[in-house]
């Protein structure tokens, strides 16, 4: 337990310096990005003499040197302040926790679908290696992994909501339902069905490549003979001798996609209106909200490391032999 807690805790200081150093380079790039903000809020009140720039510049800080710029802002994020939205005029901290829970819950929807059914597929795919329920599968895989997301997406919109009209199309909920409780829960899955699938679809496509690949090459590895050797069932084999071991490769590949899951949502969430951290910041690149921008990517920076050190915690349930270390 002991150097579990030692392990967490130097995770814990590294990160401090690795989001830090993010903050000032994404400040930095963002700065150099080409746009004026005053110039968007300017247009958007009708009013664009200079000296209505000039306030504007000086209200929200723009008018002072980027490194001053740079300095204010650290110091607004060691007092967890990610500051002010120019165009929404509420605090950024408050704008991002109220879309969070939203992009968590489609994107932790996606990721648990991907798993379970490309695992699946890709066990399957494994035991049946050379058959027909391999090449159907592999085939499968394949062809979603190849289709772009945004084309996936309206597909299926086309499909189970113009044609079969089986689902709604856009949003998280219906407008003035009036929902509560467990009807608002269902009009709520609804809603998430298309959006955590078309997400969903395209990893779990590697998830049954990866596994399938992992799994073969760990069927040739001497304690699997061994374990037919002394009579095992097969079935008992393929769980805990091959696909545990075949694990680790998805751990990796989950733990590193979990963190870009949050962040890079975009795309989905804005073809299918989702209202979540992907569609803010979307939103906040068409009217070079840059505040807004950079509390978006501290927040995903900090998601990422957490889902990495959780990933590396993982190990050692999925293989009790890994240690770890600093």
Same mark, same amino acid.
């Given at each position: 337990?002991?150097?579990?807690?030692?392990?967490?805790?130097?995770?814990?200081?590294?990160?401090?310096?690795?989001?830090?150093?993010?903050?000032?380079?994404?400040?930095?790039?963002?700065?150099?990005? *080409?746009?004026?903000?005053?110039?968007?809020?300017? !247009?958007?009140?009708?009013?664009?003499?200079?000296?209505?720039?000039?306030?504007?510049?000086?209200?929200?800080?723009?008018?002072?040197?980027?490194?001053?710029?740079?300095?204010?802002?650290?110091? !607004?994020?060691?007092?967890?302040?990610?500051?002010?939205?120019?165009?929404?005029?509420?605090?950024?901290?408050?704008?991002?926790?109220?879309?969070? *829970?939203?992009?968590?819950?489609?994107? !932790?929807?996606?990721?648990?679908?991907?798993?379970?059914?490309?695992?699946?597929?890709?066990?399957?795919?494994?035991?049946?290696?050379?058959?027909?329920?391999?090449?159907? %599968?592999?085939?499968?895989?394949?062809?979603?992994?190849?289709?772009?997301?945004?084309?996936?997406?309206?597909?299926?919109?086309?499909?189970?909501?113009?044609?079969?009209?089986?689902?709604? #199309?856009?949003?998280?909920?219906?407008?003035?339902?009036?929902? #509560?409780?467990?009807?608002?829960?269902?009009?709520?899955?609804?809603?998430?069905?298309? *959006?955590?699938? #078309?997400?969903?679809?395209?990893?779990?496509?590697?998830?049954?490549?990866?596994?399938?690949?992992?799994?073969?090459?760990?069927?040739?590895?001497?304690?699997?003979?061994?374990?037919?050797?002394? !009579?095992?069932?097969?079935?008992?084999?393929?769980?805990?001798?091959?696909?545990?071991?075949?694990?680790?490769?998805?751990?990796?590949?989950?733990?590193?996609?979990?963190?870009?899951?949050?962040?890079?949502?975009?795309?989905?969430?804005?073809?299918?209106?989702?209202?979540?951290?992907?569609?803010?910041?979307?939103?906040?690149?068409?009217?070079?909200?840059?505040?807004?921008?950079?509390?978006?990517?501290?927040?995903?920076?900090?998601?990422?490391?957490?889902?990495?050190?959780? #990933?590396?915690?993982?190990?050692? %349930?999925?293989?009790?032999? %890994?240690?770890?270390?600093?």
């Amino acid at each position: 337990m002991g150097g579990r807690l030692g392990f967490i805790a130097q995770r814990l200081v590294k990160a401090v310096f690795v989001i830090l150093g993010i903050i000032v380079l994404n400040f930095l790039l963002i700065r150099l990005a *080409p746009g004026d903000p005053a110039l968007v809020l300017a !247009g958007e009140a009708g009013a664009a003499d200079p000296k209505f720039l000039d306030d504007l510049r000086r209200e929200f800080g723009l008018d002072q040197p980027v490194w001053r710029q740079l300095l204010i802002y650290m110091q !607004g994020i060691l007092s967890f302040d990610l500051g002010f939205s120019y165009r929404q005029k509420q605090p950024i901290l408050d704008l991002i926790l109220a879309r969070l *829970p939203q992009t968590i819950l489609l994107t !932790g929807t996606a990721l648990a679908f991907a798993i379970v059914a490309g695992v699946s597929l890709g066990a399957m795919a494994a035991r049946h290696v050379g058959t027909w329920w391999d090449s159907a %599968i592999t085939t499968l895989a394949l062809l979603v992994y190849a289709m772009p997301q945004f084309w996936l997406g309206l597909m299926l919109v086309l499909l189970f909501s113009v044609q079969l009209g089986w689902l709604p #199309t856009f949003g998280s909920n219906t407008i003035n339902s009036g929902f #509560t409780g467990l009807d608002h829960a269902l009009d709520v899955g609804r809603h998430l069905i298309l *959006p955590s699938l #078309t997400l969903g679809l395209f990893f779990m496509a590697v998830y049954a490549r990866l596994t399938r690949a992992s799994m073969l090459e760990v069927a040739d590895l001497d304690f699997v003979r061994t374990g037919r050797a002394k !009579g095992l069932a097969e079935g008992r084999i393929q769980r805990s001798y091959i696909l545990r071991n075949a694990l680790l490769p998805v751990v990796t590949y989950a733990g590193l996609q979990a963190g870009y899951l949050v962040g890079g949502s975009i795309l989905i969430e804005t073809v299918f209106a989702w209202p979540g951290v992907g569609r803010l910041a979307f939103e906040a690149v068409l009217v070079r909200d840059y505040n807004l921008l950079l509390g978006i990517f501290i927040i995903a920076s900090v998601l990422v490391i957490a889902f990495n050190l959780l #990933t590396d915690l993982i190990y050692t %349930i999925v293989d009790p032999r %890994i240690e770890l270390g600093a």
